[in-house]
Antibody, heavy 118, light 106 residues
Framework: QVQLRESGPGLVKPSETLSLNCTVSGVSMSSYYWSWIRQSPGEGLEWIGYVYYSGSTNYNPSLKSRVSISIDTSKNRFSLKLAAVTAADTATYYC????????????WGQGTRVTVSS | SSELTQDPVVSVDLGQTIRLTCQGDSLTKSFVSWYQQKPGQAPLLVIFAKSSRPSGIPDRFSGSSYGNTASLTITGAQAEDEADYYCHSRDNSGNLVFGTGTRVTV
């Protein structure tokens, strides 16, 4: 079955770069979009961006200047980098698969909590 | 940027029907999806493409849309339906956007 698993540091210092990986199993990454979504404590869901298996990307305009998402299909993995983090970037970060051209998220990772603090 | 607005809290009695709404001027209705999120869990897709249900989602969940409003209806709400619900769509610029979320209490 399709599984996604986030990994990365749970604590990042202010002004540094947050880096997370999402490892995908049970499915080929080809022909899909792969996305990052976050949720601040007690808040709603926020789309961060997505990457196509070919490497093309699209980002949330509010985060675009700080975000980079890449993909390595040979390792069945895609990654998130968020630069110059502040306390406002403290959140649970989810990776998810986009359901083709229907633009729904059909498979999600369990989420990883990232705290920005010195 | 686009916004999708949902009622913050909706209450329903056990077994009754509830309709959650999602309003947005740039809503691309064919791409509307709905997610259920319980505390400490990742969101779960319950409706995609406006009105389709993924495998395993009970048929008491249904979706529809009219004008700039999309709806999720739970017919015969169960205790396990108590959760946060988020709508989602793709706007005219190709960006993905979530609604503000509705907390459903049963």
């Amino acid at each position: 079955q399709v599984q996604l698993r986030e990994s990365g540091p749970g604590l990042v210092k202010p002004s540094e770069t947050l880096s997370l990986n999402c490892t995908v199993s049970g499915v080929s990454m080809s022909s899909y979009y792969w996305s990052w979504i976050r949720q601040s404590p007690g808040e709603g869901l926020e789309w961060i961006g997505y990457v196509y298996y070919s490497g093309s990307t699209n980002y949330n305009p509010s985060l675009k200047s700080r975000v980079s998402i890449s993909i390595d299909t040979s390792k069945n993995r895609f990654s998130l980098k968020l630069a110059a983090v502040t306390a406002a970037d403290t959140a649970t970060y989810y990776c998810a698969r986009v359901m083709g051209q229907l633009w729904a998220f059909d498979y999600w990772g369990q989420g990883t909590r990232v705290t920005v603090s010195s | 940027s686009s916004e999708l607005t949902q009622d913050p809290v909706v209450s329903v009695d056990l077994g009754q029907t509830i309709r959650l709404t999602c309003q947005g001027d740039s809503l691309t209705k064919s791409f509307v999806s709905w997610y259920q999120q319980k505390p400490g869990q990742a969101p779960l897709l319950v409706i995609f493409a406006k009105s389709s249900r993924p495998s395993g989602i009970p048929d008491r969940f249904s979706g529809s849309s009219y004008g700039n409003t999309a709806s999720l209806t739970i017919t015969g709400a169960q205790a396990e339906d108590e959760a946060d619900y988020y709508c989602h769509s793709r706007d005219n610029s190709g960006n993905l956007v979530f609604g503000t979320g509705t907390r459903v209490t049963v």
